[in-house]
């Protein structure tokens, strides 16, 4: 396996369009992305005036979303280095196709439920390719581009499973591996939150729905706040 260095840490920055902001959620099945997303973009729009663009992974056009399917209906199995280019494909082609022209409209916000992260977790780490394998493939522009901010909903297997149970959907090709595939993604996302601990926020998910919620506003307030600062004093440098 690659080493991870620090070289290759630093190659990844988020897209520099004033006003506007890329984010992702990350998280096993049931920590309740969807939701914590609808609540996000609800209160963007109407608490702060923002244009709100909600994406998913893979998928968000329509070569995306073939890809999709034909990732997650496989009956065959693929091998891990194919999956990781299946879904870089599918995300370039969602930077070029949508995230770069929707992020150079002013006060837009672009919400990927799932981004680079979950192929280093699910690619690069419990499949086994390697993080540092994933996140070379991602080492060429746009695919180095990543979220400002990315909220990772940390929960545990167990509460993973109960959740599951209780929605009783259909398994897709990765949700049937099983516990020790799951007890991969959480240790993998921990990994990628130690990588790159100023991008990703890892909130405690376990609880209420709440009180994710309110540590999600809490972070996008700073970040809005901390941006306009940095604004206002490049304009009075200026001045
Ligand atoms: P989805 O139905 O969107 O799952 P979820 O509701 O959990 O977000 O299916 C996406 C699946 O694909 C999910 O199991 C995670 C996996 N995946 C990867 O393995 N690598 C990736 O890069 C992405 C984006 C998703």
């Known amino acids: 396996m690659k080493e991870i260095t620090h070289e290759l840490l630093s190659s990844f920055r988020a897209p520099a369009f004033p006003g506007s902001f890329f984010l992702s959620f990350e998280g096993i099945e049931g920590a309740g992305k969807s939701t914590q997303i609808t609540r996000l973009k609800d209160y963007l729009e109407k608490e ?3 244009r709100v663009l909600v994406l998913r992974e893979p998928g968000g056009t329509p070569f995306g979303e073939k890809l999709r399917q034909a990732i997650l209906e496989t009956k065959t199995e693929i091998s891990p280095l194919a999956e990781a280019h299946l879904f870089a494909a599918s995300r370039s082609q969602l930077l070029t196709e949508v995230i770069l022209k929707e992020l150079s409209v002013p006060n837009t916000i ?8 979950s192929s280093v977790v699910y690619q690069g780490h419990s499949r086994g390719l390697g993080v540092a394998e994933v996140l070379e493939i991602h080492n060429i522009f746009p695919l180095n581009l990543v979220p400002h901010l990315t909220f990772y909903l940390q929960i545990g297997v167990e509460t993973s499973e109960k959740r599951q149970k209780i929605r009783n ?7 049937a591996r099983g516990i020790e595939f799951y007890k991969k993604l959480v240790v993998g996302y921990d990994l990628m939150h130690e990588l790159f601990p100023h991008r990703i926020l890892k909130l405690d998910a376990e609880g209420s729905l709440d009180s994710v919620s309110s540590a999600i506003i809490k972070a996008m307030e700073n970040m ?3 941006n306009r600062e940095g604004h206002k004093e ?6």
């Open 48 to 50: 702060k005036n923002y």
């Open 224 to 226: 809005i706040n901390t």
């Open 234 to 239: 490049l304009l009075d440098d200026q001045e």
């Open 169 to 175: 959907a259909p398994k897709d090709y990765f949700e």
């Open 110 to 117: 672009i919400i990927c439920d799932r981004y680079i992260d």
